[in-house]
């Protein structure tokens, strides 16, 4: 007499029904998603701390920096009707700007188990006005020339490493000092002010908006250079300077001229170009990479000069970004691999079974949950793995450690020894199928459904002849 694999479990439901197995084995899957969040709720405490870590690290040496300018300011006023004296800042943006950084030069300090790529950079800002005085005439405003300023930007002066020195035509060469507030809310911009008849200083309310923060944002820390010894009476203004600073994970550069060139050069070989403007040229090796921006006026949608209130707004809004990106994250590949444990962990559970199916052991349901629990314990093994070594060998470890117990406890179930390298083979590509979609972002899902799908079909065809509905019937021999 032949008994069917299915009827020898030890659950009197299961005894009539194979179908009945495969469900609760479903069921079963699904219950792993439990353990499997726990591990990815620990994957977040951590990645929380690692980024923690690195805003203290990055603000050592600057954080992220965001470089404007140079701008020009003046101070102006005009009346307004009733007699109130309207003051504020009137902004003329260069018709051409150009930044070069080719030395932006990226280490990775490491802090506890966390790495920062910081970057010290040395670069040069050029802007050139084609005709400001002729321009200034024009706009019908009691401008104070002896008082205009040339305006540079950083996010974080303290990553500063020499100071700055603005050189114009010839000789003509000041320092930038940080800009005086003169009592406005936001540093580097003024507030707009008056003066009623009696000659007392007032807020003119209706001149400035109600959302005030928000038409004059910081930002960031202004440094200030008197203008007037740079400006003649009429032609081209040409104005440099060198930057030497310091930073952390990502640089920034809004269009600060009506037309903007950006060169950057770095050695860091994985970079993330982000913002409104993509790369014109670049080239990416191990080595580094070297990109250009080119920006027109028209593309920034900001106007060429006004008053600082209307022209400042939106400024960073466009903005070209080089994130310089830390591609050895192991909680972001981990929280991706997280993602896929249900599909892997069914994938392992279908293995089971079909070799249940075709061997004619029964395997309890006790079992599966054990198999289960080992491939949950997986991926916190190559979390704890991946903070040390990398995700690379972290996951060949915990792979192979994996691959290891649950192919051996084939063996043991299914009571062969051949049955530990035929679950070994199997598992192994199981999971270097998890591995190639951890590697292949742009193709995982594409991968991913395809060995789904492939699974499924070879399920169906290995278990094409079984009686879904109930035991077979007992042959007498």
Not at 105 to 113: A, G, P
Not at 227 to 245: F, N, R, T
Not at 247 to 272: H, M, R, V, Y
Request: proline share 5%; charged share 15%.
């Amino acid at each position: 007499m032949t008994t069917d694999p299915i009827q020898s479990t030890s659950l009197p439901g299961l005894r009539r029904s194979a179908g009945l197995k495969l469900i609760l084995i479903c069921a079963l899957v699904l219950l792993m998603a439990i353990p499997a969040m726990f591990i990815g709720a620990i994957s977040f405490e951590r990645s929380s701390a690692a980024e923690d870590v690195t805003r203290q690290v990055s603000q050592r040496y600057g954080g992220e920096q965001t470089i404007i300018g140079p701008i020009l300011s003046i101070p102006y006023q005009t009346t307004l009707p009733g007699g109130t004296v309207q003051t504020g800042h009137y902004i003329l943006y260069p018709d051409s700007g150009e930044v070069d950084f080719g030395s932006v030069d990226v280490d990775v300090k490491t802090q506890s188990l966390y790495k920062i790529p910081v970057y010290s950079a040395t670069g040069h800002l050029r802007a050139t006005f084609n005709d400001p005085i002729k321009q200034l005439e024009l706009t019908g405003l009691q401008l104070r020339m002896e008082d205009a300023r040339f305006l540079i930007s950083l996010t974080d002066v303290r990553g500063l490493k020499r100071d700055i020195q603005l050189r114009g035509t010839g000789s003509v060469m000041n320092q930038f000092e940080p800009a005086a507030e003169n009592g406005q809310s936001r540093p580097g911009i003024p507030a707009v002010y008056g003066q009623n008849q009696e000659g007392s200083r007032i807020i003119v309310k209706e001149a400035i908006p109600a959302r005030h923060h928000e038409v004059l944002p910081q930002f960031g820390q202004w440094l200030s250079v008197p203008a007037a010894p740079y400006l003649s009476k009429s032609g081209a203004v040409s104005i440099s300077a060198d930057l030497h600073l310091s930073g952390a994970q990502s640089l920034s550069f809004p269009p600060f001229a009506k037309s903007t060139e950006i060169k950057l050069a770095s050695n860091w070989p994985d970079p993330g170009f982000q913002g409104e403007f993509t790369p014109a040229q670049r080239e990416i090796s191990e080595h580094g990479f070297t990109a250009s921006w080119s920006m027109p006026y028209l593309s920034r949608a900001i106007r060429g000069e006004g008053r600082a209130e209307n022209v400042m707004r939106g400024l960073t809004s466009n903005m070209v970004r080089v994130k310089f990106v830390n591609t050895d994250n192991p909680y972001q590949t981990v929280n991706r691999a997280l993602k896929y444990s249900v599909l892997f962990i069914g994938l392992v559970f279908l293995a089971y079974f079909l070799f249940e199916i075709i061997v004619g052991t029964p395997v309890h349901p006790a079992q599966y949950i054990l198999i289960g629990l080992a491939q949950a314990i997986f991926y916190l093994l190559l979390l704890a793995f991946a903070e040390r070594i990398g995700f690379v060998s972290a996951f060949a470890i915990a792979a192979t450690l994996t691959i290891i117990i649950t192919a051996g406890y084939a063996g043991a179930v299914f009571g062969r020894r051949s049955y530990i390298l035929k679950a070994g083979s199997v598992f192994a590509i199981v999971y270097g199928l998890l591995f190639v979609l951890m590697r292949l972002e742009d193709f995982a899902l594409m991968v991913g459904s395809l060995a789904s799908f492939t699974a499924i079909a070879a399920t169906m065809y290995l278990t094409r002849d079984i009686n879904w509905y109930g035991a077979q019937s007992q042959e007498t021999s």
